[in-house]
């Protein structure tokens, strides 16, 4: 084998193959000729990645390596490590781009010969996009021979996959590979929210044409942006800088009509633009840091609205952004909800409120963006200038909480959130629309001169109420004049100013009670009848173990597979919610457990008694984590027959255990009586009684809980007068 040879973990052999991980397990007990490992450490050994692929191939395992694949692995593996085989990759990638005549002239030669006339190659061609080597703070720099001997095979191959899917796609393709296998060392923003934050940007009479990331990051923002005619980065991190900038340099046009300035370095404590005036920045800063230059920079003339406390860095990031801007241009920054709200920040809140610099605060979903716990806000600010008038109003809008409609059945109860399933469509329509409503509004005034401009009393703000754009959005969005909000603690959490309307206003709330009518009726006439009782009865047993060993089930489990299918959790079959979950999009290709009608879904802990049966509507979803599937034969076993008897306390309490923690269930200690299929669906129809007055019950309950929440909510804001 020879040295510096690239390799490869248990997981990317998984994925070489088409498996998963415990496949790979099994093949190094059951061969004897599986390769030994090189290196890694005894619970996570590495192997050398030559050496598996024959081994593949001699198994039958693998007819070819996939092309994609097998540029990962020797990235993965570089002896120097992924990172600096990924910039080695972007700068070859660029100039493959920009001259795929000079990349063949150059591959055309060997390895030893190709690194040495590679390195004066990308010198020029960095040189061509980010200035000369000696500029301060250039992100990228060309490697040297030494260097980029180790990286040839992975740059022919890289260049071989450009040929196929293009230079851009490529590094695009190794890049989100490298953040997806380290989550934990990169803060990314989200495409959905990048989208939304350009767009907020670009939304007026004269789009951002020169645009500013002062913490770019992986430079998601400035990807972006559309149509820019100057892209201005700057991040602290050597390595991820230098990643950043090819990044941008693949994404912009080749001809480089696009400016492209990447920079090195602190940006609050070296700033590496200081003149810079732009027409937009876009900015999603860290978050909490406590050393982020306060004792340096005290007299620092950025600080025009306050100087931030130690507490405050995200209001430095703020004033650094309006510090780079022209007069009338755009901000968008990513702020934690206590920027808001802190007391220690409030004299600045006022100042950026009372002199039109602050223009709208934008609550998010939870999952929008790390932390993905908490719901983050976005700021939008403008530059004040001679020319421009503050605006008497500040835009509040609230995506924090989405809005559930009563009548759509048990769905509505299903969690509409969360970093898997936010529907960045509707957040982005809700977001742009109130904006650009607030802007024509503004433009209008601006043009008009109306009364009461730049005192929040007449004038426009006495047109937010009900008949105002604005105002068509109920707890969503709300103009709120400034002088509202310049009390002692200048709160500007969204949520505090725009309480939610009463289940949708008066007309849902009617709505709503007539549903609840309707269903109450529902379950009167589903009542179960009287009972006459008799004596136990003493059937003849079975269990479940012993129906899957006679074929009569099948039983499986659920929680693994890929794809774009929705998932049925455990949280569904509790609450009798549609699917809710879903599938990773990338990993080994596993077939997920899909559900079928007739299927009984059963979970595995909390030793509750619930089994759902599988309808059409639900059908075609993955079976989820902690569920068990029985899968009935039709000509032996009637569903609801199954999933009735499975329901019984005796019959679970026998086939639970305990755990330190939980309550297991074994589905296949459960007991069934032996009786005739007649007989069974005689039952089976009692169950499916008994189950839809349960789903009665259950809409009743939510729908009741609706409607006594907007009555208080309704009396409480006015809408609903006391009658």
Known sequence: ?????????????????????????????RHADFPKPVGGTETSPSFALPEVEQWLRDQGKLAEVPLRERVWQQLAGHPAGAVPALVHTGCALLLLRNSSTAWREITAVSDEAMAGVLSLALDDVLTARFGPAAEPGRAVHAPGRAELLPSVPLLRGAAELAAETGARQTFEFLLGRQLDANPRQYTLTPPGLAELMAALVDTGKQPARTVLDPAAGTGALLCAVGRPTALYAQEAAPDLAALTALRLALHTDPDNSCALAARTGDTLRADAFPQLAADAVLCHPPFNERNWGHDELAYDPRWEYGFPARTESELAWVQHALAHLREGGTAV?????AAASRRSGRRIRADLLRRGALRAVIALPAGAAPPYGIPLHLWVLRKPGSGLRPSPELLLVDTAEPAESPSAGPAAAAPAGGRDRLDWQAVRSAVLDAWQSFEDEDEDEGEGEGEGAGTGTPGRADRTGPGHPLGARPGVSRA??????????????????????AAGGPAELIRVRERLTETLGLTGTLTPPA????????????????????????????GSGTGPVPVLTEHDVLGSTAPSGSLPVDGPPEEPVLVEPG???????????????????????????????????????????????????????????????????????????????????????????????????????????????????GLTDGTVPPK
């Open 599 to 713: 299927d009984v879904v059963v979970p595995v802990l909390g030793g509750g008694s619930v089994a759902r049966v599988i309808d059409d509507a639900t059908a075609g979803a993955a079976l989820g984590r902690n569920l068990q599937l029985l899968r009935p034969d039709p000509a032996a076993l009637d569903p609801w027959f199954l999933a009735g008897f499975l329901r019984g306390t005796a019959n679970n309490r026998q086939a639970s255990s305990y755990a330190s923690t939980a309550t297991r269930l074994d589905a296949r200690r459960l007991q069934l009586p032996r009786l005739p299929l007649a007989e069974q669906r005689r039952y089976g129809e009692r169950f499916r009684a008994l189950a839809a007055f349960e789903d009665a019950l259950r809409l009743a309950g939510r729908l009741g809980g609706q409607l006594v929440q907007g009555m208080y909510d």
């Open 1 to 29: 084998m020879p040295e510096n040879s690239t390799e490869v973990t248990a997981a990317g052999i998984a994925r070489l193959a088409g498996v998963g991980r415990a496949a790979v397990s099994n093949w190094r007990r």
């Open 480 to 501: 709120v004049p400034v002088i509202e909000l310049l009390d002692d603690d200048v709160d500007l959490a969204p949520a505090r100013h725009l309480p939610p309307a």
């Open 531 to 558: 009972v006459t009782l008799s004596d136990p009865a003493h059937w003849p047993l079975t269990t479940v173990g012993e129906l899957a060993r006679a074929g009569a089930l099948q039983l499986r489990t659920g």
């Open 333 to 337: 920054l990513l702020m934690p909800p």
